[in-house]
């Protein structure tokens, strides 16, 4: 979360806007404004039971204001997962605009086709203005480390080192240390999360669209199922109900993170696909689904 406040920081001034895909993070669009920069929500489309992006929609939210495109890949909540063709197409918009952009990619191994998700590392060229933010919190599952780092060109350097001398002044020792061996040696428990995630992924989106009430999608990336349900208009009221029904708790999604995005929107809900500790197949969680 820092890292995005500092980029945004960085690269922006009061009163500038950004750009961003929906249904989103939340987060995002508050740092924003917290900063004095409008948030401006170009909605994902929902088409052939897939996530897509319409480019010519991206580039119409675009103003004299705009200063930066924000991508989160994979997506919370959608799971939506750019193509390289995708974020050439994204790339190619923010250099014709003298844009910067700001890549989200904190979930980029939870990709179920296989290896790291597509990446603007793979596209991009020298002189190319994107600022890359992650974090160990959820790759490595150091939630409360709250360790992170952004990846810049060489020119944003000193702005992003004294936003950081005035705020934090850097990250505890003791935490770059616990980061250094997530580094060193976590790779097997990384694939062994991802391959939780995974059978997470197929235990409850299978069950969901069993029902013939919910619409939904395997998402190719992250760890959020993203639904609607037939009949369900008012999808705060839905889940508080289902809490108090069954103690099973659903994360509705702000209005606001889905301005304009298709019908889905007044009645749509995102349940985490695996929970910090265990996979939600497992015997002590998939009860809860079933209620």
């Known amino acids: 979360m820092q890292a995005i406040k500092l980029a945004i920081e960085a690269i922006t001034s009061p009163g500038d806007e950004m750009v961003y895909l929906s249904p989103a993070w ?8 917290i900063s004095g920069v409008h948030p401006v929500a170009v909605p994902l489309q929902f088409e052939d039971g897939r996530w897509q992006l319409d480019l010519d929609r991206l580039e119409g939210a675009i103003n004299a204001k705009t200063r930066a495109l924000f991508v989160n890949t994979p997506s919370n909540p959608t799971g939506w997962t750019a193509s390289l063709d995708d974020l050439r197409a994204i790339l190619d918009l923010a250099r014709r605009h003298a844009l910067w952009i700001m890549a989200d990619e904190i979930y980029a191994l939870y990709h179920y086709s296989g290896g790291r998700a597509p990446s603007f590392l793979d596209v991009m060229q020298d002189g190319d203005r994107i600022l890359f933010v992650n974090s160990f919190s959820k790759n490595w599952s150091m939630t409360g480390w709250r ?15 004294n936003l950081i001398q005035y705020s934090t002044s850097g990250v505890a020792q003791f935490m770059q240390a616990g980061a250094v061996a997530a580094l060193d040696h ?6 062994a999360n ?55 708790a ?42």
Do not use: H
């Not at 939340?26 to 404004?33: D, L, R």
């Not at 976590?186 to 694939?191: I, N």
């Not at 009645?267 to 985490?272: D, F, G, V």
């Open 26 to 33: 939340p987060n995002f669009a508050a740092s924003a404004a």
């Open 147 to 161: 360790v992170g780092w952004i990846v810049a060109p060489p020119e944003a350097g000193q702005v992003l080192e």
């Open 186 to 191: 976590g790779d097997a428990f990384v694939a």
């Open 194 to 248: 991802i391959a939780k995630a995974a059978l997470s992924r197929d235990l409850l989106c299978d069950a969901l669209i069993a029902t013939n009430r919910v619409e939904t999608l395997k998402p190719d990336g992250a760890i959020y199922a993203f639904l609607k349900i037939d009949g369900v208009t008012d999808s705060r009221r839905a889940a508080l109900e289902i809490v108090d029904q069954t103690g099973l």
């Open 250 to 291: 659903l994360r509705r999604e702000p209005l606001s993170a889905m301005a304009d995005r298709c019908s889905c929107a007044p009645a749509s809900c995102a349940i985490r696909s695996r929970s910090r500790s265990r996979p939600i197949g497992s015997p002590a969680i998939l009860p809860g689904f079933e209620r």
